[in-house]
């Protein structure tokens, strides 16, 4: 069975060095050069498949190494030969070893949602006014690690806790493989910690919950625009004059569905259809994505978080300055350097056992 997946890997990795070669001559056509669209497309291609590649070459290399060792130690009575050929052979199993498990993770097909950039949406839950505060400090958490990641971060709604704190805010978030890095974070996070409100000093359990969603464009999602009902009216509410004079709020409608989505978030009516036309599109995706997901069984659904306000995910626990991922069952006692965005070590682990549990569906 071990030589069968053995060979299964090396043809998969044959074809992939077969496509890296011909995805370099392409970028170098000039009808490639001049079309911007398929030329970004490729080069994204290229870079992905440099790093198989690159590993793939490092991996026969390696055996290449081991083969000839393997000769000398045959061929040879020279004591320092064959010492040398021992250790030769030694350290390239165990580097052939480590690259097959590296070359195996990397052809674990990707979410192509992955790449998106995302909605990420944090909500204060059970718990008042300490609630709300502790979605103001995910809030500084996430916006430190976005920080450390090079995302662009853009703000499109927010309401703020009178004590403290939110009791949601909403934001866009940009950057290279954004929904792969942070889809695991949705779900119920709970703190346990004695609030500032606290006057006797006893110890309280609050929630925040954290969504996040791939954002969603045109393409993704099967909308035909004669299909949209579209209704501007005045805004109402904070913004002053400025709204209450001009038709600033967006409404659409998708008349198939009857779905329906507006918003008087942004100060322009530009900016209002852009955010309505997201909440559509992430409306109609996620009711065909919910379709969909009712035939089938997912079990890694379960391991990153469906998003359910009622999953608790994460617990904080300030007396014990300890973090405890619930899916996992990681625990890190190092709650004063998570909150200040060093989240990296949780994602990673949630990535690799979201890899393995691939393997696991791939390999059953």
Sequence with gaps: MMAYVLIDIISKLDAIEERYRLVQELLSDPTVVGDMDKYTSLNKEYSELQSISDAYKEYRETQDVIRTSKEMLQS??????????????????????????????????????????????????????????FAGDLYKMYSKYFENQGYKVEILQINEGSAGGYNKIVLEVNGSNVFGMLKFESGAHRVQRVPKTESQGRLHTSAATVVVMPKLEMKDVNINKADLKTDTFRASGAGGQHVNKTESGVRFTHLPTGI???????????????????????????????????????????????????????????PQNRVTDHRINLTLYSLDKIVTGQIDEIIEALRVAENASKLEDGEG
């Design 260 to 318: 329906v989505s507006e918003s008087t978030d942004g100060r322009s009516q530009i900016k209002n259809r852009e955010i309505a036309l997201q909440r559509l599109y992430q409306k109609i995706y996620e009711a065909q994505r919910e379709a969909h997901e009712s035939k089938v069984a997912n079990a890694r659904r379960s391991l990153i978080g469906s998003g359910d306000r009622s999953d608790k995910i994460r617990t904080y626990n300030y």
């Design 76 to 133: 040879s009575s020279d004591p320092e030969m064959i010492e040398l050929a021992e250790l030769e052979i030694s350290e390239g199993e165990e580097r052939v070893e480590k690259l097959h498990e590296q070359l195996k993770m990397m052809l674990i097909p990707k979410d192509p949602e992955d790449e998106k950039d995302v909605i990420f949406e944090i909500r204060s839950g059970a718990g008042g006014d300490e609630a709300s505060i």
